[in-house]
């Protein structure tokens, strides 16, 4: 039954790549994505209940039969994955024009067939093709869409570094097929092969790879650019489908085809820790900075994305160290992380294209959106704000709490080294929580709240209504956790031989494997917050008959000032952390003053303030250089002269005869 409702979802998905491109409208198309994301997620839930059977297509390729199976953690990601996307697919981009909005359309076809690949296809050479048709999709949803005035410098450095990264996993997923003898991804796992320096090498190959989609260090200034040159939409689907399936692909490398012992999985599990530890830290600090909306919430999922991989290798590290129930713990601790931060990034992706179409513009700045929007819109919008800054009791607020515990659990491992890099790496992530924290009151306070909009707002009953059900799903995975965390323990059955699912609840508390050491409950929490509430709501309603409510405005040196003139900009907001950690940013200010009738009488000034990027002039400019420098070379190979091109043939048949007399 699974498998006939994913068949029913990639020929939905499939049909709508051919009628974006030939039906002008693009109606057909948009129903076709939504129906195909609807059957995904009936799809996904029913393979939480029981396993998926596995899919024979009936070829080969790279003569490796091509079959298709999603195992649990692959049905979890994509189903939460699929929420956002449904609604994003369903209001479509910003993009005004038809053929733009086609062209994306065909792209999100793309995108998801190939994300659907990544997350089912179990041999390398067609888990290959599946993972670059998932790149080139995302590459046409942000040329097509045309959002940006130039998408195509963006794009194409995205696809650069995404190719980097694939040559690395083909590299990976060759070794690993040499020594097997075989490239299906179940005769992949050789313990006895690996137990050497090609642990190493693999491993590296793995990260490097994969973790050129999840924004891994330097990887994520690709982010930024990419996901500005798109909409909103485009953003939905890039933070939820996309990086989870890259993410997916990393931990089926780490976890089933790496050995579980030696000092060379240490190694990478340890590398993998501090690399994921100060992605995020990084990408945090570079998203407080950004003014625009699609801009900090890309690089904010490099820094979930980063959580995620540090807790990854925390879970191979413990499995490495003979700690089952622990690495188990991590492995669940990761699905809850991304499951939560798919359902509130996608939120607030589509407020973002909420806030473009009342503004024209996708910067943050106070523009008291909320005041004249409806409430719905507002309530969804805070919801998922609450879970990305991990404020009690929203679903990022609990994945967050069970990050820390799982790196508690680092005091069971003997390995000096690996106790210390768990102990600073739970350092690292506090502070990047706090920074989390500021960057999204940030956001919220600056990029929808205010005093009053002065234009008409523009939100569709549509909008609203999905920014608001995306919204409570946020709450409702926090709500629902005690139960939702069992449809998991399957899948840790399978890769550590542990039903770590079952001790991670009591009854409605939410335990670390052991309700002695710490527990919340958000499921009580919910219920007992608005009783709490009505204490301090009660002393307000009687402190206003006491105390009358005086509005005056804001002061400003003693002078009457518009309050939208004066009031708190992004820049401002950010501007202690940046002077703060100038070691980090390497800020740049830049003042220019205009004059009329002499030296005194400054009719303008011109201030530019920008962050310094630090992997790009350091390691992409020089590469670029390079890469310019050798196609200049060998761009005679393009010159069109026919005698240099009859003198190439002569060469290489000289070249062929000599192989043949004297090669034996």
Same mark, same amino acid.
């Given at each position: ?6 068949? +029913?979802?990639?020929?939905? $998905? ?94 999100? #076809? ?61 590299? +990976?997923?060759?070794?690993?097929? #040499? ?10 796992? =050789? ?47 890039? #933070?939820?489908?996309? *990086? ?10 780490? *976890? ?66 003979? !700690? ?6 991590? $492995? ?11 359902? +509130? ?68 491992? =003997? ?11 739970? +350092? ?14 940030? !956001? ?21 209504? #999905? ?175 026919? =005698? ?21």
């Amino acid at each position: 039954m699974q498998s006939d409702i994913l068949l +029913a979802m990639a020929a939905l $998905w499939a049909t709508s790549l051919v009628a974006a491109l030939l039906e002008k409208s693009g109606w057909l198309a948009r129903i076709g994505i939504v129906l195909g994301c609807g059957a995904g997620i009936a799809g996904c839930l029913m393979n939480l209940q029981g396993a998926m059977p596995i899919f024979l297509f009936g070829f080969r390729v790279s003569d490796t039969p091509v079959q298709f199976h999603m195992d649990t953690g692959g049905s979890w990601l994509l189903l939460f994955g699929l929420l956002p996307a449904l609604f994003a697919a369903g209001l479509i981009t910003t993009a005004s024009s038809q053929p733009a909005r086609r062209y994306w359309l065909a792209g999100l #076809s793309l995108t998801l067939l190939g994300a659907l690949g990544v997350f089912g296809l179990q041999d390398a050479m067609s888990f290959l093709i599946a993972w670059e048709v998932m790149s080139v999709g995302g590459a046409v949803m942000i040329l097509g869409e045309g959002v940006s005035r130039s998408p195509g410098g963006p794009a194409l450095f995205m696809l650069a570094l995404l190719e980097v990264g694939a040559v690395a996993i083909l590299l +990976a997923l060759l070794l690993l097929g #040499s020594y097997a003898g075989s490239y299906a991804f179940g005769s992949l796992a =050789n313990p006895q092969a690996l137990l050497s320096l090609r642990t190493l090498v693999i491993g590296l190959l793995l990260l490097f790879g994969f973790g050129a989609k999840l924004g891994v260090l330097p990887f994520y200034e690709w982010f930024p650019a990419a996901y500005g040159s798109g909409s909103g939409a485009t953003g939905v689907i890039f #933070s939820g489908v996309v *990086l989870n399936a890259a993410f997916y692909s990393l931990a089926r490398g780490a *976890l089933q085809w790496l050995p579980r012992a030696g000092v060379w999985t240490m190694s990478v599990a340890i590398i993998m820790i501090i690399a994921g530890v100060l992605s995020a830290i990084l990408s945090i600090f570079n998203a407080f900075q950004e003014e625009d909306w699609r801009r900090m919430l890309s690089l904010s999922s490099a820094e979930n994305a980063g959580v995620a991989v540090a807790v990854l290798g925390a879970s191979l590290l413990f499995a490495a160290s003979g !700690l089952p129930g622990p690495a188990g713990l991590a $492995w669940i601790v990761c699905l809850l992380h991304l499951a939560a931060h798919s359902l +509130a990034k996608g939120t607030l992706f589509l407020t973002a294209d909420g806030v473009y179409s009342v503004n024209d513009s996708y910067l943050i700045r106070q523009t008291g959106l909320l005041r004249n929007s409806p409430l719905l819109f507002g309530v969804g919008a805070l919801f998922a704000t609450m879970s990305l800054a991990a404020l009690p009791p929203q679903s990022g607020f609990v994945s967050e709490w069970y990050v820390f515990q799982t790196l508690f659990q680092g005091m069971q491992v =003997n390995v000096v080294a690996a106790k210390l890099t768990i102990a600073l790496a739970a +350092a690292g992530l506090a502070l990047v929580v706090a920074v989390a924290l500021a960057t999204f009151a940030k !956001l919220f306070g600056i990029g929808l709240l205010g005093d009053g909009h002065i234009y008409t707002t523009h939100l569709s009953a549509a909008r609203c209504g #999905s920014v608001f059900i995306l919204g409570m799903c946020v709450l409702g995975l926090a709500v629902g956790m005690p139960w939702w965390v069992q449809g998991l323990g399957a899948g840790t059955q399978l890769l550590f031989g542990i039903n770590a699912a079952a001790a991670m609840k009591d009854g409605w508390l939410l335990v670390p494997l052991s309700g002695k050491f710490a527990f919340i409950s958000p499921t009580k929490l919910v219920v007992a917050a608005p009783l709490l509430a009505l204490i301090p709501i009660a002393l307000f309603m009687l402190s206003r008959r006491a105390f009358l409510v005086r509005r005056v405005p804001v002061w400003s040196g003693g002078r009457r000032e518009d309050a939208r003139r004066i009031a708190t900009t992004s820049l401002a907001f950010s501007n202690a952390l940046r002077t703060f950690y100038g070691f980090i940013y390497g800020p740049t200010h830049n003042l220019e003053r205009e004059y009329d009738h002499g030296p005194y009488f400054v009719t303008r000034l011109i201030f530019n303030q920008e962050v310094a990027p630090i992997f790009g002039p350091y390691l992409f400019t020089p590469l670029t250089r390079l890469v310019r420098a050798a196609a200049d070379r060998v761009s005679i190979l393009q010159s069109g002269y026919l =005698n240099f091109y009859n003198g190439l043939i002569g060469m290489l048949l000289v070249l062929i005869l000599g192989l043949a007399l004297f090669y034996k």
